[in-house]
C-alpha cells in the first residue's frame, strides 16, 4: 500500500507539471508580449513639443505637450519610430564613448563605463505645428530654442536647448493621424536628417552656400528628379533613403532622366532621388548584407568615421572601410544607371574643384535668370507669358466690388463673364491643383503632373487681366 501511494504522488506530481507548467509558460509569453506591445518612446527618448511663443531676439520657446492625444501616443508607439529614433540614440552613445577613448586614454575601462552608464543622449525633439505658425512644411532644423517648463509647486523656469529638431506640419500630423504612409515616410525622412547631424554635422542644408542662394533666387524647392548640386542631393538623398528604409517602401522610379532624355553621370550624382535609391538598392541587397540592419549601421559607421558631404564620396569611403562589397556594389550602379553614373575613385580635391564649378555656374545661371526676370522688361513680358501671375481670391474680389460680372476675352476674341462665385470656385480649385501638383512632384507621376499643369494654365488665362 505504500508503494502504491508513493507512486500515486508521483504520478500526480507528474499530471500537476503537465497540466500547470504550460499554463506558466503561457502567462509567461503573455508577459513578455504584453510588455513588447506596450513599448513605447520614454521623455528621455522623445520630447513632443508645441510653440509656446516668439521671443524677442526671434528665439523659439516651446512647452511640452504632456497629452494623451492621438499624435503624441502615435509618435511614441509607432514601430518604425521607435527603431529610428534608438537608433539617434544609439548613434550619439558610440561616439561619446569613441570621444573618450580617442581623447582621454589615461581613462580605465571601470571609469569608462560608469561615465556611460551616466550619460544621457539627447531625445529626439518633435514639434507639432498644427496651426502653420511656422511654415507650412515638415522640416528638420538645428539652432538654439527653449523649453517652458512648469515644476510641481507651479515655478516655471525656461531650459536652454541646442540641439536637432524636427517641427511637424498640419499636414504630416494627419497623414500620420490617418495611417497615411507619406506621413510616416515624412517623420523618418526628417529623422534621417537628424541622424546626420552626430555624424557628418549636417541636418538641413550643406557647408556650401550655393544651394541656399538658389533657394533664395527661385523659391521652387526640391524633389526626388530635380538636378541641385551633389552636396544637396547626397543630403537629401539620405533623408529620402530612410523615409524608405524604416518604413519598409521600396523607391522604383526612374530617376535617370530628365524630360525622356538619359541624364549625364554628373546629373545623375546630382539628383536625389537616385541616390536614395542606390542607398537602398545597398542596404537590400542580400549579397553585400543578409542583415538590413547591419547595413545601416555600417553606412552610419563609415559617414561618421569619412564625414563625406556628396554620395560619390561616401561611396568611396565606404567601399574603403567594405572592400569586399566593391564588385557588388558597383554592379547595382551599373544596373541602375545603364552603366552611366561609375564611382571617382580618384575624386579627391579634383572631385571638389569639379562640384566647386558646377556650383558656380548653377548659382550665375540663376542670378542672371533672376535679374533678367526683374529688370528686363522683355524678357519679363516673355515670362509672364508663358507663366502668367497668379491673381488671389481677394485681388479678383476686389476687381469686381461694384460690378456684378469681370469681363475676361479669351484666346479667340470671345468675351467671358467671371461672376464673384465663379472666380472663388477657380481660385480653390487653383490651390487643390497645387496641392495635387506637389504630390505628382513628389511621386514622380509625370503624366499626372503634365495633366495638372495644362488645367492650371487654363485657371490662369481665365484669372489674369
Not at 504630416?172 to 534621417?192: A, L, S, V
Not at 556650401?208 to 524633389?223: A, D, T
Not at 539620405?238 to 526612374?254: C, L, R, V
Request: charged share 25%; net charge neutral.
Amino acid at each position: 500500500m505504500e508503494r502504491l501511494k508513493l507512486s500515486s504522488n508521483k504520478l500526480f506530481g507528474l499530471i500537476n507539471r503537465l497540466v500547470f507548467l504550460p499554463v506558466i509558460f503561457l502567462l509567461l509569453l503573455g508577459f513578455n508580449l504584453a510588455i513588447y506591445a506596450a513599448d513605447s518612446l520614454g521623455d528621455s527618448e522623445l520630447v513632443v513639443l508645441s510653440l509656446n511663443h516668439v521671443g524677442p531676439t526671434k528665439a523659439l520657446i516651446y512647452k511640452k505637450d504632456t497629452s494623451n492625444s492621438d499624435i503624441n501616443k502615435l509618435l511614441r508607439e509607432t514601430p518604425e519610430f521607435i527603431e529610428q529614433v534608438r537608433k539617434y540614440q544609439e548613434l550619439q552613445r558610440k561616439n561619446f564613448e569613441s570621444g573618450l577613448r580617442g581623447n582621454f586614454p589615461m581613462l580605465g575601462e571601470s571609469q569608462i563605463k560608469k561615465m556611460l552608464d551616466n550619460y544621457k543622449p539627447e531625445p529626439a525633439y518633435i514639434v507639432l505645428n498644427p496651426n502653420g505658425e511656422i511654415e507650412g512644411v515638415s522640416f528638420a532644423n538645428k539652432k538654439p530654442f527653449g523649453i517652458l517648463e512648469t515644476d510641481a509647486n507651479g515655478k516655471t523656469s525656461i531650459s536652454l536647448k541646442f540641439a536637432p529638431f524636427i517641427t511637424l506640419s498640419a499636414d504630416t500630423i494627419n497623414e500620420i493621424k490617418t495611417g497615411d504612409r507619406w506621413g510616416y515616410e515624412t517623420f523618418c525622412h526628417e529623422m534621417g536628417h537628424v541622424i546626420m547631424y552626430p555624424t557628418n554635422g549636417m541636418v538641413m542644408y550643406p557647408r556650401g552656400i550655393s544651394e541656399n542662394i538658389i533657394e533664395s533666387l527661385k523659391k521652387e524647392g526640391h524633389w526626388k528628379s530635380k538636378v541641385t548640386t551633389a552636396e544637396f542631393a547626397f543630403l537629401e538623398g539620405w533623408a529620402e533613403f530612410n523615409g524608405s528604409f524604416f518604413t519598409n517602401q521600396d523607391i522604383t522610379a526612374d530617376y535617370t532622366k530628365k524630360d525622356g532624355v538619359l541624364k549625364t553621370a554628373d546629373e545623375m550624382s546630382r539628383t536625389e532621388g537616385l541616390c536614395a535609391q542606390l542607398l537602398l538598392k545597398i542596404a537590400n541587397d542580400k549579397q553585400i548584407n543578409p542583415d538590413r540592419d547591419k547595413a545601416y549601421q555600417k553606412m552610419v559607421d563609415s559617414m561618421t568615421k569619412h564625414k563625406p558631404t556628396t554620395f560619390n564620396s561616401f561611396l568611396v569611403n565606404y567601399i574603403k572601410d567594405n572592400p569586399s562589397e566593391k564588385e557588388a556594389i558597383e554592379k547595382i550602379m551599373s544596373d541602375t544607371t545603364g552603366g552611366v553614373l561609375k564611382i571617382n575613385y580618384n575624386s579627391g580635391i579634383k572631385e571638389w574643384w569639379a562640384n566647386f564649378k558646377a556650383n558656380t555656374k548653377n548659382v550665375w545661371s540663376t542670378f542672371k535668370t533672376f535679374i533678367s526676370e526683374k529688370f528686363n522688361k522683355k524678357d519679363k513680358a516673355a515670362v509672364q507669358g508663358a507663366t502668367a501671375p497668379v491673381k488671389t481670391a481677394e485681388d479678383n474680389m476686389q476687381a469686381v466690388a461694384g460690378n456684378s460680372n469681370l469681363i475676361e476675352t479669351d484666346n479667340n476674341g470671345v468675351k467671358n463673364n467671371l461672376s464673384a462665385d465663379d472666380i472663388l470656385k477657380l481660385t480653390q480649385r487653383q490651390k487643390a491643383l497645387f496641392d495635387e501638383y506637389k504630390k505628382a512632384l513628389e511621386t514622380d507621376n509625370n503624366r499626372k503632373a503634365d495633366e495638372i499643369s495644362k488645367e492650371l494654365t487654363e485657371i490662369n488665362e481665365k484669372l489674369k487681366k
